[in-house]
């Protein structure tokens, strides 16, 4: 079927249904195997033959997806095939590094490459639509879905959003192995107040255009074919019902022509908002502001939109558009032509190989994702300096599930390094003191050349309503450390988590080496086993700033500047009187096994015109005796404005491996264009002046390189 024939059969296909019928299109419902929430709804192969059902989320498998696609497509009235989603984060079967980790390897490839790799064992298995990426930008690691997301820089989020879409919609959207991918959550999600999950948000528009939008715009630049709004309101006005920036801005001037998918439940929870008294007053503000499908919402499109019509307070026309960006939908995804495209029994085989390849990028991945915080007296890599090491702590099976394998560490290191004797010994659980499995761990300690212990979070500790606000190491791990690290045997301390933690001061000073390993997925034995080895050399930089204490959250790099900055000798600015203002570890911030200098920072030209662009160079060198490979961070500074710009923009990344001793050179590209920021009227604006240049390593202002050029109006 041509295009205009796919256009032409869904208007017929409109004008046939009756209004429940549309209505069910409108509607998705969770299927038994994973429940993402509460169950409100009850689903019967009569509800599906009936079309009271558009799509299924949670359900997978080919041959069960099948068996519920047949009753669609082959005993319903109207034939309408459903589409099923799933909640793919970090992988399928091959699970990759958590978003927040990933997301410090500053590699958009390799973002797009995962991404595709997870599409493509989700396709396998009959699913249609992942709902991810999550691009929420995040400033406070208390808000537990920090986990899922790409940190707290707007440019990142950005890069990352476009990254995820095109890997997961490779090499085409309606591909057997590829998925439609949707961007959540729309937006300013990750600036709950205290970083407490569900709880309101208080952004001025100013942020919302700057920080939290910028990269659902890219996502959309990119294809995505599908956008989730967040849970959260906006001045008062839940983003489920928000006609100005889901309606007016993300489809009327961004053209967004996709569908918009509810998170689950919200529509209704319009009513807990207290904005509607109702179902239908929730249906009729959800539908009007573009929402499309109503995911899980206890019948508050089945049940509210005809109450909503009834009442006058939405129109069939509306409906139908809903309707229409439904199917097209369906469309997009291939399933008109071939519903069990991806749920067939002869659906094409991936090439012999595949598993393995996946397993080798997750193994990639991994490594990637780790940043060395600290590395005093090159502890690290181990190398021949150990003649025995002691893997100690609860998360040294990689998930704080010690009954499913607690040798996770340990295997991978053994096998990396055969001729050291590792040996291991839990010392706690996550969350509380043995205190003789603690005196069992602390007399391994005592018997070995070094430590590796193994502290941090659970994964159920981070995620969606997870929310912590003391984002720090349980007291029996911190108890379990102080032990371990008063016995005077260098330790090295892997930190697994979802989020930046706050660190006691005596575990990093006292520690020879940290390192944030995050939830590394499948390959992390072998992975953190190949950089505590030395194999692979640590790439990672942080992409969300660490705190010293929970009283600097929120905190990142990109603040506006202060009239009275901090002065260590002046009583009235802006600082603390019992900590520092700065960071524990900066965004940025990540060690490697050699070092890296950079020098000669140049620019092409000096003044530049409205319309045109500077190319940026600097020098690198690897002063170390091993290979390794640098990240480059470039930002911007607008010293004089009409509004008053941040500190430090970021505007580019770039990567460069270099042989021990090897210079190089790493460049950039700025348009005049990318200076533009949101004015007082809201309005994007580009104004002449002096504009400060700056290239580093990390966002630490004082490392910086730095060169001024001038934006000129009539040069």
């Known amino acids: ?154 440019y990142v989020a950005s890069r990352f959003a476009e990254a995820k879409v095109r890997g997961f919609q490779a090499p085409r959207v309606d591909d057997v192995f590829a998925v439609g991918a949707t961007a959540k959550h729309l937006a300013g999600y990750g600036a709950v107040q205290a970083g407490r999950e569900y709880a309101s948000v208080d952004l001025t528009q100013r942020q919302m255009r700057e920080i939290y939008l910028p990269p659902f715009r890219a996502a959309v630049e990119a294809g995505v074919v599908a956008i989730m709004p967040a849970f959260t309101d906006l001045d008062g006005t839940p983003m489920t019902a928000s006609t100005a920036i889901l309606r007016d801005l993300v489809r009327a001037q961004w053209g967004f022509s996709g569908v918009m998918v509810s998170d689950y439940g919200s529509v209704a929870e319009l009513v807990v908002h207290g904005v509607a008294e109702d179902l239908g007053d929730a249906a009729a503000l959800a539908l009007k502001a573009g929402v499309d499908i109503d995911m899980m919402g206890g019948g508050a499109y089945t049940k509210g939109l005809p109450l909503a019509l009834q009442r006058g307070k939405v129109t069939m026309e509306e409906i139908d558009e809903a309707v229409r960006r439904v199917l097209r939908l369906k469309a997009q995804l291939g399933l008109f032509a071939d519903p069990y495209r991806r749920c067939g029994a002869d659906r094409p085989v991936e090439a012999a190989g595949a598993d393995a390849k996946r397993l080798e990028l997750a193994f990639e991945a991994a490594c990637r994702s780790f940043v060395l915080l600290k590395n005093k007296d090159g502890v690290l890599p181990l190398l021949a300096k150990p003649a025995s090491v002691a893997v100690i702590g609860p998360l040294a099976d990689a998930k704080g599930d010690l ?121 992390a034995g072998r992975a953190i086993a190949a950089v505590l080895s030395g194999a692979v050399n640590p790439v990672g930089r942080l992409s969300m700033t660490w705190p010293v204490d929970v009283g600097q959250i929120p905190i990142f790099y990109g603040e506006r500047p202060s009239g009275r900055p901090a002065a260590v000798d002046v009583k009235y600015s802006s600082k603390y009187l019992d900590m520092p203002n700065e960071p524990r570890f900066a965004f940025g911030h990540g060690l490697s096994y050699g070092e890296f ?70 460049g950039f590209r700025l348009t005049a264009g990318e200076l533009r920021f949101v004015g007082a009227d809201l309005s994007p604006r580009l104004e002449p002046g002096a504009i400060d240049l700056h290239v580093g390593q990390s966002a630490v202002r004082d490392m910086l390189l730095s060169t001024r050029i001038e934006l000129k109006a009539d040069a």
């Open 597 to 666: 200098a950079l020098s000669g920072l140049k620019v092409d030209r000096s003044v530049i015109p409205m319309d045109g662009a500077v190319n940026v160079e600097v020098d690198i060198e690897n002063l170390g005796a091993v290979a390794g490979e640098a990240t480059i961070f470039f930002f911007t500074r607008d010293p004089v404005a009409s509004v008053a710009r941040p500190q430090l923009e970021l505007k580019g990344f770039r990567k460069i491996a270099l042989a021990a001793h090897e210079r190089g050179k790493v």
């Open 1 to 154: 079927m041509t295009a205009s024939g796919v256009l032409d059969h869904i208007e017929r296909l409109i004008a046939q249904m009756t209004l429940d019928e549309k209505v069910g299109q409108l509607t998705m419902l969770s299927a038994e195997l994973i429940q993402t929430g509460p169950t409100r709804e009850i689903i019967t192969p009569d509800a599906i033959v009936e079309g009271r059902i558009g799509s299924l989320l949670n359900l997978w498998g080919t041959d069960r997806v099948r068996e519920v696609q047949r009753l669609a497509v082959e005993q319903s009235r109207l034939k309408i095939p459903l589409f099923f989603g799933l909640d793919v984060v970090n992988g399928f079967k091959t699970i990759f590094p958590i978003a927040i980790g990933e997301s410090c390897a500053f590699d958009p490839g390799l973002w797009e490459r995962t991404a595709h790799a997870a599409a493509q064992e989700t396709a396998a298995v009959g699913v249609d639509l992942t709902f991810a990426p999550m691009i929420d930008v995040a400033r406070d690691p208390r808000w537990g879905r920090t986990v899922e997301g790409p940190g707290e820089d707007t």
């Open 403 to 523: 009954k499913a394998n607690p040798d996770v560490v340990v295997e991978g290191l053994r096998a990396a390094r055969p001729e050291i004797a590792f040996s291991f010994a839990p010392g706690c659980d996550v969350d509380r003191i043995d205190e003789r499995e603690m005196q069992k761990a602390v007399d391994l300690a005592k018997g070995s050349d070094s430590v590796v212990l193994c502290l941090g979070e659970t994964p159920a500790m981070s995620g969606e309503a997870s929310s912590r606000a003391r984002p720090g190491l349980p007291d029996a791990q911190c108890e379990l450390a102080r032990a371990v690290i008063d016995l005077g045997r260098p330790v090295i301390v892997l930190l697994f988590s979802g989020r930046p933690l706050v660190l006691p001061d005596w575990l990093v000073e006292k520690a020879q080496a940290l390192m944030a390993v995050w939830f590394p997925g499948t390959e």
